[in-house]
Protein backbone atom coordinates (compact mmCIF):
# COMPACT_ATOMS: atom_id res chain seq x y z
CA UNK A 1 0.00 0.00 0.00
CA UNK A 2 1.70 3.51 -0.61
CA UNK A 3 0.97 6.21 1.19
CA UNK A 4 1.42 9.67 0.58
CA UNK A 5 1.88 12.76 3.10
CA UNK A 6 1.61 16.39 1.31
CA UNK A 7 3.28 18.95 4.04
CA UNK A 8 5.68 21.37 4.42
CA UNK A 9 6.73 21.36 7.77
CA UNK A 10 5.32 18.51 9.81
CA UNK A 11 6.44 14.90 10.16
CA UNK A 12 4.55 11.63 10.25
CA UNK A 13 4.92 11.44 13.85
CA UNK A 14 3.54 14.87 14.56
CA UNK A 15 0.28 13.64 12.72
CA UNK A 16 0.03 9.88 13.40
CA UNK A 17 2.44 9.39 15.92
CA UNK A 18 5.38 7.60 16.14
CA UNK A 19 5.90 3.92 14.40
CA UNK A 20 4.26 5.17 10.89
CA UNK A 21 7.17 6.88 9.25
CA UNK A 22 7.88 4.10 6.51
CA UNK A 23 4.51 3.78 6.03
CA UNK A 24 4.84 6.97 4.22
CA UNK A 25 6.29 8.89 1.43
CA UNK A 26 7.04 12.61 2.16
CA UNK A 27 6.39 15.63 -0.48
CA UNK A 28 6.79 19.13 0.97
CA UNK A 29 5.20 21.20 -1.80
CA UNK A 30 2.59 21.53 -4.66
CA UNK A 31 5.37 20.76 -7.18
CA UNK A 32 6.32 18.09 -5.83
CA UNK A 33 3.31 16.30 -4.90
CA UNK A 34 2.28 16.48 -9.04
CA UNK A 35 5.88 15.09 -9.94
CA UNK A 36 5.56 12.34 -7.44
CA UNK A 37 1.85 11.13 -8.62
CA UNK A 38 2.85 11.68 -12.38
CA UNK A 39 6.23 9.46 -11.51
CA UNK A 40 4.39 7.09 -9.46
CA UNK A 41 1.21 6.29 -9.95
CA UNK A 42 -1.92 7.53 -7.91
CA UNK A 43 -1.31 6.46 -3.88
CA UNK A 44 -3.80 4.33 -1.86
CA UNK A 45 -3.80 7.00 0.30
CA UNK A 46 -2.63 10.77 0.35
CA UNK A 47 -2.77 12.88 4.16
CA UNK A 48 -2.77 16.47 2.84
CA UNK A 49 -1.72 19.45 5.03
CA UNK A 50 -2.98 22.78 2.72
CA UNK A 51 -0.71 25.49 3.56
CA UNK A 52 2.64 24.68 1.96
CA UNK A 53 4.60 28.06 3.21
CA UNK A 54 6.41 30.06 0.75
CA UNK A 55 8.05 28.78 -2.60
CA UNK A 56 11.46 30.25 -3.81
CA UNK A 57 10.43 33.80 -4.46
CA UNK A 58 9.18 34.60 -1.31
CA UNK A 59 5.65 34.25 -2.34
CA UNK A 60 2.80 32.25 -1.21
CA UNK A 61 2.98 28.61 -2.45
CA UNK A 62 0.64 26.67 -4.10
CA UNK A 63 -1.39 24.69 -1.31
CA UNK A 64 -3.02 21.55 -1.03
CA UNK A 65 -6.50 22.33 -2.04
CA UNK A 66 -4.40 23.29 -5.41
CA UNK A 67 -3.02 19.65 -5.24
CA UNK A 68 -6.38 18.26 -4.69
CA UNK A 69 -7.85 20.38 -7.72
CA UNK A 70 -5.23 19.31 -9.85
CA UNK A 71 -5.76 15.47 -8.97
CA UNK A 72 -9.87 16.45 -10.07
CA UNK A 73 -9.12 18.25 -12.68
CA UNK A 74 -6.25 17.98 -14.59
CA UNK A 75 -4.34 14.34 -13.59
CA UNK A 76 -6.81 12.46 -15.70
CA UNK A 77 -6.32 9.65 -12.73
CA UNK A 78 -9.18 7.39 -11.65
CA UNK A 79 -9.88 8.93 -8.04
CA UNK A 80 -12.58 6.27 -7.09
CA UNK A 81 -10.28 3.73 -4.69
CA UNK A 82 -8.56 7.22 -3.33
CA UNK A 83 -8.43 7.15 0.37
CA UNK A 84 -7.37 10.52 1.76
CA UNK A 85 -7.24 12.74 5.19
CA UNK A 86 -7.09 16.19 5.67
CA UNK A 87 -4.85 16.89 8.27
CA UNK A 88 -4.52 20.35 7.78
CA UNK A 89 -4.45 23.54 10.97
CA UNK A 90 -6.60 25.71 8.56
CA UNK A 91 -10.47 24.71 9.11
CA UNK A 92 -11.57 26.15 5.69
CA UNK A 93 -8.90 25.22 3.64
CA UNK A 94 -9.60 21.42 4.97
CA UNK A 95 -13.43 21.74 4.11
CA UNK A 96 -12.39 22.54 0.46
CA UNK A 97 -10.09 19.47 0.21
CA UNK A 98 -12.75 16.86 2.21
CA UNK A 99 -15.68 18.82 0.36
CA UNK A 100 -13.77 18.82 -3.49
CA UNK A 101 -12.12 14.97 -3.05
CA UNK A 102 -15.34 13.55 -1.54
CA UNK A 103 -17.79 14.91 -3.56
CA UNK A 104 -16.04 14.17 -6.74
CA UNK A 105 -15.06 10.43 -5.17
CA UNK A 106 -19.36 10.06 -4.60
CA UNK A 107 -19.82 10.85 -7.80
CA UNK A 108 -17.63 9.12 -10.24
CA UNK A 109 -18.82 5.79 -7.68
CA UNK A 110 -22.37 6.40 -8.73
CA UNK A 111 -21.70 6.63 -12.23
Do not use: C
Not at 91 to 103: F, K
Amino acid sequence: MKNLFLDDIRTIEMVYGKGREGDFDIVRSYEAFVAYIQAHGLPDFISFDNDLGLDPNGEVAQDGYAAAKWLVYESGLDLRNLQFHVHSANPVAAEQIRGLLGNYIQFLKSE
